[in-house]
């Protein structure tokens, strides 16, 4: 859109947050009054993603200026909130405002720059903390890009984030994060109940109570180690194997786009997962699960789930 405004190039460009959701229900105030007044004053387009999600993500569009108005309104509020949270408790350092982008990897090299020079030139001109993860975002290309300071280092900040990818697009295709919801499966495992969240299984008090309520006798083989931290499972558990059939029609809903679906079940469960190839005439697919006790009980607790 090479058209000059003031202040440099007037460019449509988008920006993703990511928020958790007491964070959103900030941003979107009673009766959604907050998100309306954003969108009015900063002129950009502000969209919420819908979900019952523990994290949600909030698309910010428009010209260059009103992407900068949007998030100087979203730091400012943050600051608010920090300060409304200060007055009633004894904490006395102030923390700093946190935001956290969602940035396609093919750009963050450049916002990292050559051996790191671009990142600390952001750092030091703007005295905002910037970190880029290391890890993409779970099934997507995007990386998370953490920024946290006063909301005018914020706002310096997102302003050099924006030169550079302006000046350096996205390569390739981007496949973007897009938040789990909250129905985390739960497993009750040697008397206790998890929720699985991302790799982890958490421990979840109030459903371990309500669960010996109901066993009230031994429980049954059990699922896995009582330790929270699983599947990083015993090793000295003996693996086995254990062989299920699956209906060619519901084979790609496991397996999943170009496998993402059976690499997550592969990686929660911590088990091996073989599919064989259709054999001509059957119906039916045969599916070969190898790992601990515990791990094969996972793997098929996650695929009848699916």
Do not use: W
Not at 127 to 134: D, F, T, W
Not at 201 to 228: E, N, R, S, V
């Amino acid at each position: 859109d090479g058209k000059m405004s003031e202040g440099g190039l007037n460019v449509t460009l988008t920006i993703r947050l990511l928020m958790h959701g007491k964070e959103v229900g900030s941003i979107i105030g009673k009766k959604g009054e907050t998100v309306k007044k954003m969108r009015e004053e900063s002129g950009a387009r502000i969209n919420i993603s819908e979900g019952t999600c523990p994290e949600r993500i909030v698309t910010i569009t428009g010209p260059t200026d009103a992407i900068f108005k949007a998030f100087s309104m979203i730091a400012l509020k943050f600051e608010e909130d920090i300060n409304a949270s200060m007055t009633n408790s004894s904490v006395t350092s102030k923390p700093p405002v946190t935001l956290r982008l969602v940035v396609p990897a093919s750009q963050c090299g450049s916002l990292i720059g050559k051996g790191g020079s671009k990142i600390k030139e952001i750092r030091e001109s703007t005295g905002a903390q910037v970190q880029v993860a290391g890890d993409m975002l779970p099934n997507s290309t995007e990386r998370a890009v953490t920024i946290s300071g006063t909301p005018d280092a914020i706002i310096q900040c997102v302003k050099q984030i924006c030169v550079v990818m302006l000046e350096s697009p996205p390569k390739g295709a981007t496949i973007p994060y897009r938040p789990k919801p909250a129905s985390a499966p739960i497993i009750f495992a040697g008397g206790q109940a998890f929720t699985i969240q991302g790799q982890y299984a958490i421990p979840h008090p109030d459903l371990t109570k309500l669960h010996q309520l109901a066993m009230q006798h031994p429980p049954f083989t059990p699922l896995g180690q009582t330790t929270p931290g699983f599947p990083g499972l015993d090793a000295t558990t003996p693996t086995s194997s254990h062989e299920l059939t699956i209906p060619n029609d519901l084979i790609g809903c496991i397996i999943g786009r170009q496998g993402s679906k059976i690499n997550e079940i592969r990686q929660m469960s911590g088990a091996q997962i073989k599919i064989a190839n259709a054999t001509e005439g059957s119906a039916e697919r045969q599916v070969t699960i190898t790992g601990s006790p515990a791990n094969i009980s996972l793997a098929q607790y996650l695929i009848n789930a699916r």
